[in-house]
């Protein structure tokens, strides 16, 4: 019996290697599989400035001058790039947008924005010229009147805008200065279904007392009041809304149709402004040469790093929304979080009838820029249905280059850090304030060290702003 024993132990311990070997290839292979999947999902995220829309350099010059020129301003203080600010990511930091007064929303970094179907938050603007004029006809942000606008352009500017967009009308040049003159805010035809979805999702039970006392006492339907509480405002004096309506329609066109072409200098500009050679982007090209996940890994694209990338395209499961070569899906929706008290925001709910019937819409500007009337986000234009329900308290995907020096983060800014954007999709405590957040949102449990690394690989996405412009005048 000890010899058959002696004999066993013999044939166990000269397999030993062999099981080793068996095991070493299995997992090796299996390595190898997880790094072929997760090249796979990696690839969309690949990005060259050959994907940027290079703009015409001297209109992107003149819009330079314009982002930067605080004489577009009712106190001669505020310009494009006071939210905006170069030395912040084209942003400001703040929690919520702060020029001639504080604005509901946060400032999103226009850094990349070549890239993006729709702006703002709610989606209101379908092109960047559209999104560049907005913000100079609101009360607490330039504050004044495409009729200032102009008078700014013929005293500062005329030579180098005749240069650019040819001879300023003789019926603009002799009416300077022109006197305050905007067309009135139009009118949101907010769905009916919809309505009926806010009253029966909302949360904040005191705003939704509020309304039904304002509907007792104005005798009018609480779906009416909360629609007339959804109105962009007029807070301009009855007087230039008057003075805009009586112009002349030949001055009226003219004068139109410079303040959109101030709109395409400054989005010529925005579209150079870029950010995509980040230390991300360099482990994804060496690892296009060939090798393992180890061996494309560089200075600044550690372990962390990689176990964040398997994470985001994993087990958090971020590119579901947060996709592409700038890390958004460029569309909208509603991630849960609590309401503002006193506030009701419809986000893209809202932006739709905004977009669709809006002063500047693609089929406008597209007069002088022909090339936004074949753009897909304009083809998409006639498809918006403001009965769906999904697009309740949605707002826009932001993109994520850059992340690390963009934040408070959110539409609201109500998130002051990565740790708490992530403390938020981790745990899905909060009640949406409206509508229903998507239901493909479960929390995601991570541990410490997988928060850790997961920011760890949304650092990586950051790289120095370059504006692709020559320094000259």
Not at 27 to 32: C, F, G, P, R
Not at 283 to 308: H, P, Q, Y
């Amino acid at each position: 019996m000890a010899w058959r024993k002696s004999i066993a132990l013999s044939i166990v311990l000269l397999s030993l290697p062999v099981v080793g070997v068996i095991y070493y290839i299995n997992l090796q292979a299996k390595s190898k599989a997880a790094d072929a999947h997760l090249w796979e999902k990696s690839q969309q995220f690949h990005v060259s400035k050959k994907l940027m829309t290079v703009a015409d350099e001297p209109l992107a010059k003149l819009g330079r001058a314009f982002f930067s020129e605080t004489a577009f301003s009712q106190n001669g203080q505020i310009s494009c790039a006071s939210c905006h600010n170069p030395e912040a990511q084209f942003a400001d930091g703040l929690k919520l947008g702060l020029a001639l007064g504080q604005v509901k929303r946060n400032t999103p970094s226009i850094v990349n924005s070549a890239q993006l179907r729709w702006l703002f938050w709610d989606g209101r603007s379908d092109s960047l010229e559209s999104q560049a004029l907005e913000p100079i006809e609101t009360i607490l942000e330039h504050g004044i009147t495409r009729a200032h606008v102009i008078n700014v352009i013929v005293d500062k500017y005329q030579s180098v805008w005749e240069r650019t967009f040819g001879a300023i009308s003789p019926v603009i040049l002799r009416g300077v200065p022109l006197p305050p003159a905007l067309p009135r805010p139009i009118k949101i035809e907010v769905s009916k279904i919809a309505l009926s979805r806010v009253m029966a999702s909302m949360s904040d039970s005191d705003l939704l007392l509020r309304y039904s006392d304002a509907s007792s006492s104005s005798g009018l339907p609480i779906e009416a009041v909360i629609a007339e509480s959804l109105q962009v405002k007029s807070y301009y004096p009855e007087s230039w809304y008057q003075a805009y309506e009586a112009m002349d329609p030949k001055s009226r066109q003219e004068m139109d149709r410079m303040f959109i072409q101030f709109g395409m200098a400054i989005a010529a500009f925005e579209r150079r402004i870029v950010a995509v050679d980040s230390p991300f982007d360099r482990f994804l090209a060496g690892w296009k040469k060939g090798g393992s996940v180890e061996e494309a890994a560089i200075n600044g694209f550690g372990d962390d790093e990689v176990e964040g990338l398997r994470l985001f395209t994993g087990k958090a499961n971020c590119t579901f929304c947060h996709s592409g070569p700038f890390f958004s899906d460029g569309e909208f929706h509603n991630i849960g979080l609590a309401g503002v008290p006193g506030q009701l925001e419809l986000g893209r709910a809202r932006g739709v009838p905004l977009v669709t019937n809006g002063s500047f819409r693609c089929q406008v500007i597209g007069v002088l820029r022909p090339e936004l009337l074949t753009s897909e986000t304009c083809q998409m234009l006639k498809y918006l249905d403001p009965d769906n329900l999904d697009i309740l308290g949605a707002f826009k995907t932001p993109g994520l280059r850059n992340v690390e020096l963009t934040g408070p983060y959110f539409h609201d800014g109500r998130a002051a850090s990565l740790d708490e954007v992530i403390d938020h999709y981790n745990l899905l405590t909060a009640k949406a304030a409206i509508g229903h957040q998507e239901e493909i949102l479960v929390p995601l449990n991570l541990t410490d060290k997988e928060k850790k690394q997961l920011i760890a690989f949304l650092n990586s996405l950051t790289y120095p702003v370059e504006v692709m412009l020559s320094s000259d005048p």
